[in-house]
């Protein structure tokens, strides 16, 4: 888990939330230098998932020391915010302050003004 936590969705890299703190990461198994790592998409159609494989298995590799990392991607169960650490919640929650200058925004642009 520390290696993964080197691992960023490129989504959410600029954030700095890691595969861990989405809440990405199911299983890990290790035997000897086995490692596979079993992990959810948010979404079936991320376009990123091959080059987060091979982030996650030179990660796993370098700083774990694992000869071979097989990650396999589960569809079940499903991702779901419920999933994301406290931390990742803070950092992809807007404090109202600035949503509400966004609103009016837009409630104006729709009223023609």
Same mark, same amino acid.
């Given at each position: 888990?520390? /290696?993964?936590?080197?691992?960023? #969705? =490129?989504?959410? /890299? $600029?954030?700095?939330? +890691?595969?861990? $703190?989405?809440?990405?990461?199911?299983?890990?198994?290790?035997?000897?230098?086995?490692?596979?790592? $079993?992990?959810?998409?948010?979404?079936?159609?991320? =376009?990123?998932?091959? &080059?987060?494989?091979?982030?996650?298995?030179?990660?796993?590799?370098?700083? /774990?020391?694992?000869?071979?990392?097989?990650?396999?991607?589960?569809? #079940? !169960?499903?991702?779901?915010? $419920?999933?994301? +650490?406290? +931390?990742?919640? /803070? &950092?992809?929650? %807007? =404090?109202?302050?600035?949503?509400? !200058?966004?609103?009016? &925004?837009? %409630?104006? %642009?729709?009223?023609?003004?």
């Amino acid at each position: 888990m520390t /290696a993964l936590r080197n691992c960023y #969705d =490129p989504c959410c /890299a $600029d954030r700095g939330i +890691s595969v861990v $703190d989405m809440g990405l990461i199911e299983n890990i198994q290790i035997d000897g230098r086995h490692v596979q790592i $079993d992990m959810l998409l948010t979404t079936g159609w991320c =376009p990123f998932v091959a &080059k987060l494989n091979l982030m996650m298995e030179e990660e796993v590799r370098q700083t /774990a020391g694992a000869e071979t990392v097989e990650v396999r991607v589960l569809w #079940d !169960p499903v991702w779901t915010m $419920d999933r994301l +650490s406290e +931390s990742a919640r /803070a &950092k992809l929650t %807007l =404090p109202m302050e600035e949503l509400l !200058p966004l609103r009016e &925004k837009r %409630l104006a %642009l729709q009223q023609g003004g």
